[in-house]
């Protein structure tokens, strides 16, 4: 694999910057915005030192290929992810050219909505600690006797809110009733579920198992529409089909290796991060394109 050298903080100096997060600079086009996909990574809610090659256009190209093939189910927020459209319509852009392609995708603004739309099918990560502590995950019952990785009998929806800093925040499903409203809160669950679904299938039939994910929504002239990323190794839990063993964590195509390495320091998972040892940062990168391969039949061009 060729390896080059991870982007680390994209730099557009002439261009406001609307937002900076863990992965992505968002940069503010008036009525549009530019997301731009760096090569940080985070864990435990902390950026490490030093970054994964090829992890932003991969996110960033995965979002793509997910936003087009939902596109039947929601209406989303891309208006390209082709560099050359992308400069036609901001020719002050043309000077990053290099920078943005591949990792940079035009969006319509859209209002966000307060609440993240989290989607299990699978009992795992904060879903799993929350089962085995009530039997429940947000309020839902679910089945005695489930082990690690199993799969739920159907999808469920439990939302979170969303957090600035730090961990997300698992809510009841009547939570987020009082927070948008049933009529909103009744087609963002549906919606929810059902582009989980398709996904899903389409996945399992490339051999991946998307255990979870999580989905953001957004208002535009008072319509709701698909925001943010969509289901990148970062937003969701993809598992090997032909590894599955239920009873414990599962192999994944995302940033495992990183958590793993981690929890082997001593240390307190608080800024700064490390920096991660070449091996790891060679596994991961390896990890995210092999999932951009398999999903889309591509091979992303590096």
Sequence with gaps: METTKPLMSPDLSDVPLFKKGKVRNVYDLGDKLLFVASDRISAFDVVMANGIP??????????????????????????????????????????????????????????PMPVECVVRGYISGSGWKDYRKTG??????????????DKLP???????????TGHDENISQDEMKKMVGDDVFTFLKDTSIAIYAKARDYADSKGIIIADTKFEFGKVEGKIILMDEVLTPDSS?????????????????????????????????????PELPEDIVSKTSEKYLQAYSILTGKELAI
């Excluded at 429940?136 to 990785?149: A, D, H, M, T, Y």
């Excluded at 993809?238 to 940033?255: L, R, T, V």
Aim: charged letters at 30%.
């Design 154 to 164: 159907g999808p469920i929806f439990t939302p979170a809110t969303k957090a600035e």
């Design 237 to 273: 839990r993809f598992w090997p089909k032909d590894e599955y063993s239920p009873g414990g964590p599962q192999k994944s195509f995302d940033k495992q290796f990183v958590r793993d390495y981690l929890e082997t320091l001593d240390w307190d998972k608080t800024p700064p991060g």
């Design 54 to 111: 090829n992890k932003g256009r991969v996110l960033n190209m995965i979002s793509a290929f997910w936003f087009d093939f939902l596109k039947d189910v929601v209406d989303n927020h891309v208006i390209t992810v082709d560099v050359d459209r992308i400069i036609a319509a901001e020719p002050k852009l043309g000077s990053y050219r290099g920078m943005l392609e591949g990792r940079s995708m035009l969006v319509r603004k859209a209002e």
């Design 136 to 149: 429940s995950v947000c309020n839902i019952k679910l089945p005695e006797g489930l082990r690690q990785s």
